[in-house]
Antibody, heavy 122, light 107 residues
Framework: QVQLVESGGDVVQPGRSLRLSCAAS????????MHWVRQAPGKGLEWVAF????????FYADSVKGRFTISRDNSKNTLYLQMNSLRPEDTAGYYC???????????????WGQGTLVTVSS | DIQMTQSPSSLSASVGDRVTITCRAS??????LAWFQQKPGKAPKSLIY???SLQSGVPSKFSGSGSGTDFTLTISSLQPEDFATYYC?????????FGQGTRLEIK
């Protein structure tokens, strides 16, 4: 069965960096685009970034553009989110999510990970 | 950016009731609309994609409809496990955007 397991969340000071990982299993990771979505405590869902199945196409929310970088290692079935210049407003649970259709950039999600918590505080 | 507006923001209902949640897009999105359910402390769960198609394993008590700018999620015969927060999402263009959520509470 499909499993997405995020890791790397931590408490960090403003301005520091952090890298999140999402380990995928149960499907052919090479064929599917992947997203990061976050949720601040007590708030709604905010889309963060997308990467296509082959890593060529990447899209970012304006709130993270220039600070966060999405990447993937298809040989390791792992998705990453490199977060630099972290701000208190980046404090959130971060979820990875798989798209439902292979090779496509404009399709819905089907599976989500359980999330990893990032807290940015001095 | 496409804005997604859900109504109501919260809703009280009883077990056995049928409820409808509405989602409106700020511009036409064809049927590039999804619905998610989230329970406290848990990850979101995908319910519906392409406005009206059920994700695998989702019971038929959930149904979606609409196209263009106006969409609905209907849940029939509410059970205790259905009380959660529901989000709509458009994925026709980036940035992908979510509605603010509708909290469904037990009356």
């Amino acid at each position: 069965q499909v499993q997405l397991v995020e890791s790397g969340g931590d408490v960090v000071q403003p301005g520091r960096s952090l890298r999140l990982s999402c380990a995928a299993s149960g499907f052919n990771f090479n064929n599917y685009g992947m997203h990061w979505v976050r949720q601040a405590p007590g708030k709604g869902l905010e889309w963060v970034a997308f990467i296509s199945y082959n890593g060529i196409n990447k899209f970012y929310a304006d709130s993270v553009k220039g600070r966060f970088t999405i990447s993937r290692d298809n040989s390791k079935n792992t998705l990453y989110l490199q977060m630099n210049s972290l701000r208190p407003e980046d404090t959130a649970g971060y979820y990875c999510a798989k798209v439902a259709t292979p090779y496509s950039n404009y399709v819905g999600f089907d599976y989500w990970g359980q999330g990893t918590l990032v807290t940015v505080s001095s | 950016d496409i804005q997604m507006t859900q109504s109501p923001s919260s809703l009280s209902a009883s077990v056995g009731d049928r409820v409808t949640i509405t989602c409106r897009a700020s511009q036409g999105i064809s049927n590039y609309l999804a619905w998610f359910q989230q329970k406290p402390g848990k990850a979101p769960k995908s319910l519906i994609y392409a406005a009206s198609s059920l994700q695998s394993g989702v019971p038929s008590k959930f149904s979606g409809s609409g196209s263009g700018t106006d969409f609905t999620l209907t849940i029939s015969s509410l059970q205790p496990e259905d009380f959660a927060t529901y989000y709509c999402q458009q994925y026709i263009s980036y940035p992908i955007t979510f509605g603010q959520g509708t909290r469904l509470e037990i009356k």
